[in-house]
């Protein structure tokens, strides 16, 4: 049994924009990974290439994400982009047992899931009218498995990441699921790749948190995300900053 090879490491780079320092974490996967993503450039399901997580300043209301992280990326390959105000050369990366998974953690902004309709998110203003510029507060998870999955184990290993994510932000005492604009991207083996895994060459069926490759991606990504929460806190308790109180939704229950 040959042991796991693992996706690449991030490159960091950086330019400057709007008169701001910013940074980028590209990965290059290269031919032979499939990819699940919620990312604009590049989301769904398919070969990709790259993933790119592209650091823009707090407060970003471009109408052209598109656009602008087509700008940012390699060209001529398909691949994935996402972008985050958070500092993104402050990464998180974590293994477990041939999975590696990288977070870049920001935290200013709690957001549960299930809000009331009525209550507005701080981070989203900017795109919507509200005006003013949040401080960072994006959690963006990209994995990379060495073993080929159906696409039905991908939306499972997509549920895997983001249940891990929670848990780890429940065990710090954020009070939230997230952030309203986190990101994620799982990469695995193309089938039709040589074989680099611990795994028979067949396609894994399920990417639950008991399976096999799941229980790897939730570790890994748990503690990722630990890791970035706990040094986003001490960053931010630096500049005197922390995470906004999040409203007592439990109490405003729609069901009847």
Aim: hydrophobic share 45%.
């Amino acid at each position: 049994m040959r042991p796991a090879a693992m996706g690449p490491r991030p490159v960091l780079s950086r330019r400057t924009e709007d008169g701001e320092p910013l940074g980028a974490l590209l990965w290059e996967f290269g031919p032979g990974w499939r990819m699940i993503s919620s990312a604009m450039l590049g989301g769904g399901i398919g070969p990709r290439e790259w993933v790119l997580n592209a650091q823009v300043v707090a407060g970003y209301a471009r109408m052209d994400p598109v656009e602008h992280l087509t700008g940012l990326a390699p060209p001529g390959t398909p691949g994935v982009g996402m972008m985050t105000a958070a500092h993104v050369e402050r990464y998180a990366l974590c293994e477990d047992g041939g999975v590696r998974a990288v977070a870049t953690v920001g935290l200013r902004v709690p957001t549960w899931a299930a809000a009331p309709a009525d209550v507005p998110d701080l981070e989203l203003a900017p795109m919507v009218g509200g005006g003013g510029a949040p401080a960072p507060g994006t959690i963006n998870i990209v994995v990379a498995v060495p073993a080929p999955m159906t696409d039905a184990a991908l939306v499972n290993a997509v549920m895997t990441v983001t249940e891990a994510k929670t848990q780890a932000l429940a065990e710090v005492g954020f009070p939230g699921t997230g952030t309203a604009s986190d990101a994620v991207c799982v990469g695995v083996r193309d089938p039709g790749a040589p074989a680099r895994h611990d795994s028979p060459g067949a396609e894994e069926l399920f990417g639950g948190p008991r399976s096999h490759w799941g229980a790897r991606v939730a570790r890994a990504v748990h503690a990722a995300v630990r890791r970035g929460a706990a040094d986003w806190a001490a960053f931010a308790a630096r500049d005197g900053v922390g995470w906004d109180a999040a409203p007592p939704f439990l109490s405003r229950s729609s069901e009847t």
